[in-house]
């Protein structure tokens, strides 16, 4: 089959190259007068390469593209929907809603300023890419981050089977209700970080902000340091290796919390049984068998 090759066109009508196949678009600009929604809609194997996008609904329902060196801007709404099979490498995602209920897409070397990004998809990977997005990742599964600079509010939602490396999180309320998450070598800022996770997992890791890490289940730290941290781990259940100071530790329900020195250790007002242990490295200990929280 022959590939069609498109180059240093402008579109602007609805559903322009609607159902493309086999086709290279290069240099191409979809915005104009027409104000045409669904550009590539349905669209299957269709290589971009530096087009610049500024229309609604671009690539819904496109089954194996790659872009390139290539901006959706903010009048982009809603641009990747319904996708499957995607690489965007090397461009700029502008638009709110920018992927949602995709799989398998790759995104490397971008910047992604879109508030709702990556809803209900899943085997999403994003590696050396900066992202802006209040609502990051809500309701997906499968998910990878490496070396990822991230800003916003509410990420990681409801999410399951995530792995997150060497990145920077500057986020509020991450990782609520997630199941299955392991984070290496991160710093991670916010408040509120991860309450009610199961099974979430963090390595190396700088965590900053109040009332941390609260109402987990199987909740594991491995060599973290804690900075600002009050109130933290609040009726989880937990097995922590912290290096240096924790403000202060409140109730937790079961586990062993290590840390070289804590502010305060807050064991009042509990609604169940906590037996959750606070050992100094230096041997002395609290919350022992002998000295337990209960309500």
């Avoid at 990556?118 to 998910?143: A, C």
């Avoid at 991160?186 to 390595?203: D, P, R």
């Avoid at 922590?240 to 807050?266: C, F, M, Q, T, Y």
Wanted: glycine share 6%.
């Amino acid at each position: 089959m022959t590939r069609i090759n498109i180059i240093g066109k402008q579109f602007d009508e609805e559903r322009a190259l609607y159902h493309l196949q086999n086709a290279d678009v290069t240099d191409c600009v979809f915005a104009g007068p027409a104000d045409g929604e669904s550009v590539l809609k349905e669209s299957e194997d269709v290589g971009l390469r530096n087009c610049r996008f500024s229309l609604r609904y671009p690539l819904w329902h496109v089954k194996g593209f790659t872009m390139t060196e290539s901006s959706m801007d903010d009048k982009t709404r809603a641009a990747i929907w319904y996708a499957e099979n995607g690489s965007i490498t090397d461009s700029m995602l502008s638009g709110i809603k920018a992927v949602r209920e995709c799989a398998h897409i790759r995104l490397e070397r971008c910047q992604v300023d879109s508030q709702e990004f990556g809803w209900k998809s899943r085997d999403i990977i994003l590696s050396d890419t900066d992202i802006v997005s209040e609502y990051l990742f809500m309701d997906s599964r499968d998910v990878k981050l490496r070396s990822v600079k991230m800003k916003g509010k509410y990420s990681f939602q409801y999410i399951e089977n995530l792995e997150i490396e060497d990145c920077e999180l500057d986020t509020k309320d991450a990782f609520w209700h997630s199941r299955n998450v392991t984070v290496k070598d991160s710093i991670i800022k916010g408040e509120y970080l991860g309450w009610f996770s199961e099974n979430l997992t963090l390595t190396g890791c700088k965590i900053i902000g109040t009332q941390p890490l609260c109402y987990c289940k199987n909740l594991t730290l491995i060599n973290c340091t804690m900075e600002d941290t009050d109130l933290a781990f609040e009726y989880s259940d937990v097995e922590a290796d912290v290096k240096g100071h924790i403000l202060s530790v409140k109730n937790p329900r079961s586990g062993r919390i290590i840390a070289d020195s804590v502010g305060e250790i807050i064991r009042s007002d509990a609604v169940m049984e906590c037996t959750g242990e606070v050992i100094f490295r230096s041997g002395v200990q609290r919350f022992s068998e002998a000295e337990k929280c209960s309500a």
